[in-house]
């Protein structure tokens, strides 16, 4: 069992071996098949490398922005509470994992939901909290990996072929669509920027004064924007803590390299997009032809980062001064204060975005970010009592679509018993 989840939840294997099977399926040369194998796997070993230096670097500055601020409460991260309910929840997840796998294959070969949802360690924290909520309301293994199971494979073909009438936009072609936690909030961006926004307005087209013109550098202003909040937590750092982070160096100069590693992840996970992209799909349709004649993998959103790099950065700015006012807002609501997990706000704010700026352009990005910001907090807000009798103090699960999964999988029990 240990086995099974250590390789299904390495998503780099699971996007290797679909790349291998597919090209064995076309007949490809021996030597077409290590290359485009090899490629996958390094394409999107390079994507996780870089998405680590970002989560490196967001951690710390995470850290800084908590202490500079004085913010005390419960941090969603699904890595954290899965890691620590892996005795409890693993075994039951790691079945609702396989047979939901097996089910997204079924639904996608036979009905018209045609996505194959590749981002499985997402499928697996989602495993995860689901089993949680039904063993806090006292059913079994065999109810709950059986429900488990049928729902996540709904999930997993349903969900990001709703969201590829969106995507299809974005990418230009319906070659591979979307798989993430977060896509409640991508689709209801998407339409509020339909509705709120206006199209014309891309946020990617506008223009700047040609003193600012090295803004248009997607590299340079990922180094400024992170640069500018460094400096922004510093400057309300105690020099006590400072004088920890900095080991005998000066502020300016640390934040300055932490800046440059910031930009410098994010440009290797471009990186590894663009040869993901350009191995895979090809790959994919040999694999698709026999399993299930026109599928669509559904993978990370990070392979949209370098279509829309202004969308990213606003969409994160917004998303996490989002979670920021929730932060003030919720005790004088009666909810649980949750610290912002900044690279939740990167990654589906800056996703969020990108989708609402495809439909509703400068606006629709900013009210989808705004949006992504407040299911963020709000959510893990409410369903933090379902997660209380694992035991597990100060996280919980953190993205859109487990936390919501797990309050309406609550609402209908009660509501049938």
Do not use: W
């Not at 194998?37 to 967001?58: A, D, N, P, R, W």
């Not at 920027?193 to 003193?211: A, F, T, W």
């Not at 629709?364 to 970010?369: H, Q, S, V, W």
């Amino acid at each position: 069992m240990e086995l099974f989840l250590n390789i299904f939840g390495q998503p780099a294997i699971i996007i290797a071996l679909v790349a291998f099977i597919g090209l064995v399926l076309q007949r490809a040369k021996i030597s077409k098949i290590i290359t485009g194998t090899l490629l996958s796997f390094i394409g999107f070993v390079l994507i996780k490398t870089g998405g680590k230096i970002l989560g490196g670097v967001l951690i710390m500055f995470s850290n800084m922005f908590t202490h500079a601020f004085g913010m005390h409460g419960v941090v969603p991260s699904n890595e954290a509470i899965t890691a620590l309910t892996m005795e409890s929840l693993g075994t039951s997840a790691a079945f609702i994992l396989f047979f939901a796998m097996i089910i997204n294959l079924l639904l996608a070969r036979f009905t018209r939901f045609k996505s194959i949802y590749l981002s499985l360690h997402l499928v697996l924290f989602m495993a995860f909290s689901f089993t949680a909520v039904l063993q806090g309301m006292g059913y079994n293994g065999y109810i709950i990996v059986a429900t488990g199971a049928i729902i996540i494979g709904l999930y997993m073909a349903i969900f990001p072929t709703l969201l590829s009438k969106f995507s299809r936009k974005i990418i230009g072609n319906n070659d591979y669509c979307i798989a993430h936690a977060g896509t409640i909030s991508y689709l209801i961006g998407s339409y509020l920027g339909s509705l709120l926004g206006n199209k014309k307005n891309d946020i990617e087209n506008i223009k700047i004064n040609d003193r600012f013109s090295f803004l248009r550098q997607s590299d340079v202003a990922t180094f400024i924007t992170m640069f500018v909040l460094l400096c922004l937590s510093g400057a309300f750092s105690s020099a006590d803590y400072l004088k920890d982070i900095l080991k005998n160096n000066t502020f300016i100069i640390f934040a300055l390299e932490q800046s440059a590693i910031f930009a410098g992840g994010l440009y290797i996970a471009k990186k590894g997009v663009a040869i993901f992209t350009e191995e895979i799909i090809p790959a994919f349709k040999g694999f698709a032809q026999v399993v299930a004649p026109g599928c669509v993998p559904a993978v990370d959103p990070m392979v949209l980062f370098d279509k829309a790099p202004n969308c990213v950065l606003v969409g994160f700015i917004v998303s996490f001064f989002t979670e920021i006012a929730c932060v003030v807002v919720f005790p004088f609501i009666g909810l649980p204060i949750i610290i912002p997990g900044i690279m939740a706000s990167f990654i589906t704010g800056g996703t969020a975005a990108i989708f609402g700026n495809s439909t509703g352009g400068a606006r629709g990005a900013i009210i989808a970010a705004f949006i992504n910001g407040l299911l963020l907090c709000i959510l893990p807000a409410l369903a933090l009592p379902l997660f209380a009798f694992l035991g597990v103090e100060g996280v919980t699960f953190a993205d859109p679509d487990f936390t919501s999964l797990s309050l309406i999988t609550e609402f209908v029990v009660k509501l049938f018993n």
